[in-house]
T-cell receptor, first 111, second 116 residues
Framework: SQQGEEDPQALSIQEGENATMNCSYK?????LQWYRQNSGRGLVHLIL?????REKHSGRLRVTLDTSKKSSSLLITASRAADTASYFCATDMSGSEKLVFGKGTKLTVNP | EADIYQTPRYLVIGTGKKITLECSQT?????MYWYQQDPGMELHLIHY???????EKGDLSSESTVSRIRTEHFPLTLESARPSHTSQYLC???????????????FGNGTRLTVT
């Protein structure tokens, strides 16, 4: 059973534009994490937001969490070609120590 | 950038062969995981370990087995490979020392397995 689901599945933008990806989940969580995966590589952790937090920033990344809507968004500002990758949200379920990943959003940033 | 190493990077093998995918980490993490990922798809947890001599099956049923004899080493074995095992296998680790529920995972670069 899939816990997190990203939207859109694919996103293509021009360099300099902002990219927004969304993640919805089904059950209550302890925290939500976002990861990036470059083609053919492993995942790299970007940011973790706890269930009692509403917003978090890291460099050009901004993550929001709305537990009432069971959703999160990842905003990448002033995108660069190097941001081209797939982005995954990962959630746990309260009481579980296992992370469940969504299918990801494939972001293409055109130079 | 990874302190978690997977070998081989690519493996093409015939049906029926026994294979072992290696995973080692140098961070002293107690938790380790194996995920299976088909191209463009989500990751599925197939095995995890919370420490030496601890192994559990994940959410996706897998014919593979794992062992955790040393903290840093978490190999995955397929006794008899089949074409349905063709996929990418990702190893990850995390630490409980950060006192964060489900602390961030550190991933290796994966092993892309093709069974012909």
């Amino acid at each position: 059973s899939q816990q997190g689901e990203e939207d859109p599945q694919a996103l293509s933008i021009q360099e300099g534009e902002n990219a927004t990806m969304n993640c919805s989940y089904k059950t209550s969580i302890n925290n939500l994490q976002w990861y990036r995966q470059n083609s053919g590589r492993g995942l790299v952790h970007l940011i973790l937001i706890r269930s009692n937090e509403r917003e978090k920033h890291s460099g050009r990344l901004r993550v929001t969490l709305d537990t009432s809507k069971k959703s999160s968004s990842l905003l990448i500002t002033a995108s660069r070609a190097a941001d081209t990758a797939s982005y995954f949200c990962a959630t746990d379920m309260s009481g579980s120590e296992k992370l469940v990943f969504g299918k990801g959003t494939k972001l293409t940033v055109n130079p | 950038e990874a302190d978690i190493y997977q070998t081989p990077r690519y493996l093409v093998i015939g049906t029926g062969k026994k294979i072992t995918l290696e995973c080692s980490q140098t961070m002293g993490h107690d938790k380790m995981y194996w995920y299976q990922q088909d191209p463009g798809m989500e990751l599925h947890l197939i095995h995890y370990s919370y420490g030496v001599n601890s192994t559990e099956k994940g959410d996706l049923s897998s014919e593979s087995t794992v062992s955790r004899i040393r903290t840093e080493h978490f190999p995955l074995t397929l006794e008899s490979a089949r074409p349905s095992h063709t996929s990418q296998y990702l190893c990850a680790s995390s630490s409980t020392l950060l006192r964060v529920y489900n602390s961030p995972l550190h991933f290796g670069n994966g092993t892309r397995l093709t069974v012909t």
